[in-house]
Every structure is written in C-alpha cells, then in structure tokens.
C-alpha cells in the first residue's frame, strides 16, 4: 500500500519532528493535539528547523513555504478521515494510546495503518483494544527525529507481514534506516542503551568518577555525548520511565540506580528543566553533590569506575536479543550506529565485542558481577560461545565470520 497522506496525533517535540520529516518527503500530514495552543507550539518546531536549513542555504524560502503548507493543524480526529498511515507520539501512557487508538478506529478508513511511536510499551497489548490488530506496528523515531536515521519497526503478535511490509518502506521513503526488531520491552537500542546509562549513574553515584570524567570516557571511545548529558538531553522522566518498563520485564539487572530517583522526584528533569546531571538554566542550584552524598550514606558502598563497565553491559545486552531472536547480529550493529551514534569505525557493539576477544569479555563481566551483582550476570549465549571457542576476530568466529 502506498502512503499518499500520513497523521501524527502529538504535537510535542517528538511528534512535531516526525511531522517535519513526513514533509520533508513531500507528503502532507496533519498534526493532532488537544488544543490549538500545543498544535501552534509544534508548528512552530516545525518551521525552526526548516527555518535553519535556509540559513544554512540548504532550501530556498519557497521550498520552506510549500514544505510548510503541507502540515494541517488539528484539535479533532475529522482531518484524519483519508489518512493512510497514523503515527501516534503522545506521551508514553499505555492507557493514554489505547485511547487514542480506540478514537482513532472510528474515523479512519478500513485499510489505514495504525503506528505508535512507543519507545518501550507492548504493540501487541495496544492493538488488542482495537478492531484491525493486524494494522497496528511500531514505528519508533529516535530524538531528534529530524537528524537521526533509525527507525525501530516492531510488529505485535497479530501484526501482518503485509503491515510490516509497508512501514518499512514509508520508513524508506522518508530517508530512514528501518530495522525490524521483534517485539520485547524497550525493543531494542533503549534495551541494550539503558544498562550504559544505568551504570553511568552507578559509577556516579558510588564516586567512581565524576560526571564530567564519566562523559568524556565516553566521548574519547567515539560515542557523540556522554551518558549523563544523553540523559539530560533525552529527559531523566522519559529515561526513568523506560527503566520502570525494564524493571518489570527483566527484573533485577534493570535495576534503577537510587540518584535517578533523587533527581526524578526533585523535578531535576535534564535540560528540559533547566538542570540535571548538568546545570543548564543559572537560576537552577547544582545539587548533585548533595545527592550522592545522600545516596553514599544510605547504600555505603563505594567502587572504581572504568570505561567497560559503561560499555561491556551493552555487549552483555546484545546477546541476549541474539539469543531472543529480537534482531540478527547485523542489525543489532546498524542500529546501535544509527541509533546511538556508536562509533562507525568500531563496526558496532557486537563487532567491537569480536574485536576485543569473547573470553575476554566475558572474563570481565564475570569479575563484575562478583563485585556489584546482577547487572553483570553473563549472557548465557555468551558462555556457550565462548565454550565453543567461538572467540571472535582472533578464532574466526564470534557474533560474526571473519575471513
């Protein structure tokens, strides 16, 4: 099926971006929220980011214009009745886009997709309240939608091949990098992202490091920014959110370190809210000091920071999706480069892995878990391989084939 015009319900900084990216393909779209006031705020993300391609000399003002006049503001689902393809982007309550889904169903046509852009949340349970579960998918954009190139498909248990088919060539049309990533909580660049996070705030909080070493650990690897500015830059209520989700499907290695929680309920919300990790607006008090102290004196427990420990539970991560069949090996690595921004030169996590030596790795993670527990419990396809002298790079065969 070809898409002659999309919808997106959510006007915030997601939804509007993946508006502003269905423009720029030539397609019109309308752009839902519950009042004209958030409409008018996405409209106006929207036109800044074309507004800065003209600046750069990278479209003309008339280009801006007809791009421009391609979104059609809406506070009500009418516009919504020849839509081919609905992408939903309100905020990540399941009950919230179930509703939106049910409203949705009453006036869009028979064969329109419905797609949500869930960083974590089940499809499948989403598209039971609906009557065409076999129309419902994933789609989930990473921030900003605008400049990144990953786009997560994720099917539900009842998703047809022919609604997978079709998502992942509007994803192509749009100049995106679709991978098919089977359904699980957190799919699968947040489910192998958050332990890094969550071990950076470990490192933090147990005075490993200091944020600032901690990120520039990161960056020296190649990464584009650290882990404490990436959960800044994401919001420390999405990232804390996601990592509930985690929680509850994955149990303790998922495990939020307690200075999120401090931060969390402080309303210290990243840059959105002026501060975080990182102070951002002059009026806010740098506080983190004093929370890691409070946590310090609540869990006692101090312990070294060390660029693998960030990095080696993303590996541990990623073989366990091999193991789910989530995504092939390939695409665990074209995700994480497209997605993460990890670096391209490094071939990917599970190449990186190969390069460094399986044994090696699991050596490591091994010595981890004895230190700090369950965060680090190997992969049990890890050990196999491993047993199979399937070391990677030096043996020929690790993840992937060598030679």
Request: hydrophobic content about 45%; proline content about 4%; glycine content about 6%.
């Given at each position: 099926m070809f898409i002659y015009k999309a919808g997106v319900v959510g006007a915030g900084a997601m939804g509007s971006e993946i508006a502003q990216?269905?423009?720029?393909?030539?397609?019109?779209?309308v752009l839902k929220d519950i009042n004209q006031e958030l409409v008018q705020k996405g409209m106006e993300r929207i036109r800044s980011i074309y507004k800065r391609r003209v600046e750069k000399g990278?479209?003309?003002?008339?280009?801006?214009?007809a791009k421009l006049a391609l979104v059609i503001p809406a506070t009500d689902y009418e516009s919504f009745r020849d839509v081919d393809m609905i992408i939903e982007a309100v905020p990540e309550k399941m009950e919230l886009k179930k509703k939106v889904f049910q409203e949705l169903e009453k006036v869009i046509g028979e064969g329109?997709?419905?797609?949500?852009?869930?960083?974590a949340l089940s499809i499948s349970e989403m598209a039971a309240v609906t009557k065409r579960p076999q129309?419902?998918?994933?789609?989930?954009?990473?921030?900003?939608?605008?400049?990144?190139?990953?786009?997560?498909?994720?099917?539900?248990?009842?998703?047809?091949?022919?609604?997978?088919?079709?998502?992942?060539?509007?994803?192509?049309?749009?100049?995106?990098?679709?991978?098919?990533?089977?359904?699980?909580?957190?799919f699968l660049v947040n489910r192998l992202l958050m332990p890094y996070l969550n071990e950076a705030?470990?490192?933090?909080?147990?005075?490993?490091?200091?944020?600032?070493?901690?990120?520039?650990?990161?960056?020296?690897?190649?990464?584009?920014?650290?882990?404490?500015?990436?959960?800044?830059?994401?919001?420390?209520?999405?990232?804390?959110?996601?990592?509930?989700?985690?929680?509850?499907?994955y149990g303790n290695r998922m495990q939020p370190a307690p200075i999120w929680g401090k931060l969390y309920q402080s309303g210290y919300l990243g840059k959105k809210s002026g501060s975080g990790f990182y102070?951002?607006?002059?009026?806010?008090?740098?506080?983190?000091?004093?929370?890691?102290?409070?946590?310090?004196?609540?869990?006692?427990?101090?312990?070294?920071?060390?660029?693998?420990?960030?990095?080696?539970?993303?590996?541990?991560?990623?073989?366990?999706?091999?193991?789910?069949n989530v995504a092939s090996a390939s695409d665990i690595d074209l995700a994480m480069i497209a997605g993460t921004g990890f670096p391209q030169e490094k071939g990917g996590i599970l190449r990186y892995a190969d390069e460094i030596g399986l044994d090696v790795v699991l050596a490591r993670l091994e010595e981890l878990y004895k230190e700090h527990g369950d965060r680090f419990w190997p992969a049990p396809r890890l050990k196999r391989m491993v047993g199979a002298q399937f070391l990677g790079k030096k043996s020929g065969r690790g993840f992937h084939i060598y030679g």
């Open positions: 990216v269905i423009t720029y393909a030539g397609l019109p779209v990278k479209m003309t003002q008339s280009d801006m214009d329109a997709i419905l797609a949500s852009n869930t960083s129309k419902v998918v994933g789609m989930h954009f990473f921030f900003p939608a605008a400049v990144m190139k990953l786009v997560e498909i994720i099917p539900g248990l009842a998703t047809s091949q022919e609604t997978v088919d079709d998502t992942v060539l509007f994803a192509e049309s749009l100049r995106k990098i679709p991978v098919r990533v089977n359904e699980c909580a957190g705030a470990y490192c933090l909080q147990e005075g490993g490091a200091t944020r600032e070493e901690i990120d520039k650990a990161a960056t020296d690897f190649g990464l584009p920014m650290g882990p404490l500015t990436l959960v800044d830059q994401l919001g420390i209520d999405i990232c804390f959110d996601v990592v509930q989700v985690l929680l509850q499907s102070v951002y607006d002059a009026d806010k008090k740098d506080r983190l000091a004093d929370w890691i102290r409070e946590v310090q004196n609540e869990k006692s427990k101090k312990s070294k920071f060390s660029l693998d420990r960030i990095i080696y539970p993303m590996v541990n991560e990623a073989a366990l999706c091999l193991e789910e």
